[in-house]
């Protein structure tokens, strides 16, 4: 089996949720895509009507995700791999044993370091790529009741930046590493946390749907802003540094 026009593409965490919508999100767009989940049967569920390629992975086997990179690239190459599959425990770190603590960092941090690197040796070999990892806001600002996920979302966005410049330093120039980092969305992930004391700071901003239509309507719909507040920023600077008028 051949590759399709725009190219292959890995989801891990796939069987619902976010990972589910960005499945068929590139599925529309003309993307070959293999869903993967630790759920196999609802993985499998999820591809049917996206061309049927599914394969159960535990993102926190690094020679699984090895294998999952290699049946991509078997359809020709490996265009795109995303790390979506999370887990999200919420309340007082103090509230959490060792095992949860391990286990979150596990799937959010060390799985996608997993996915990330099984991608990289193949797209560092074939010249070119794209790792996507769907951090969360919470990689950027440490949410209370959400500090454990917090710790391991700031652990990934580190990672992926870091890895980005080694890549260029490298000289690898079309391979790419990209975070997403979005507020609540409305998945599986939050639908038992309506009563979660622990989960307020996913309900702080607009909550997002999986297909995340908002960002981009909300770009869209801030372009004028964007464009007035650039130019009188430029404004601003021309008048800094215009030479002093002598006459
Ligand atoms: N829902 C939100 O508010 C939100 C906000 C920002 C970022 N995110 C991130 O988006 C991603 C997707 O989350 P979601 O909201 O769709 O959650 P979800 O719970 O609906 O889906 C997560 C999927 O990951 C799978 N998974 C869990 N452990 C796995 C493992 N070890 N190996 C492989 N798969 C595994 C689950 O089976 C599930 O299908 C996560 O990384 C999450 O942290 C979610």
Redesign the pocket.
Known sequence: MTSSGRGTAVV??A?????RAIATALHDDGWSVLLT???ATAVAAAAAPLGGWSAA????DEVACALIAATAASRGRLDLWVN?????VTGPAWEHDGRTRRRVLD??AF?AMNGTLAALALMREQGHGHVLN?V??AGLVAAPGETVYAASKHALLAFSLGTLSDLRMAGYRRVHVSCLC?D??W????HDRLDDPGALA?FTGSMLT?QLDALPRLAVALIPVVRAAGRAGQRRQLRRTAPPDRS
Do not use: F, K, Q
């Not at 069987?15 to 990972?19: E, H, V």
């Open positions: 891990t965490g069987a619902g949720g976010l990972g989940d630790l759920d992975l535990d993102v926190r979506n599959a999370g887990i999200l799937v959010n799985g769907v969360s806001l979005p609540g969305i998945t599986p992930m939050l996913s999986p």
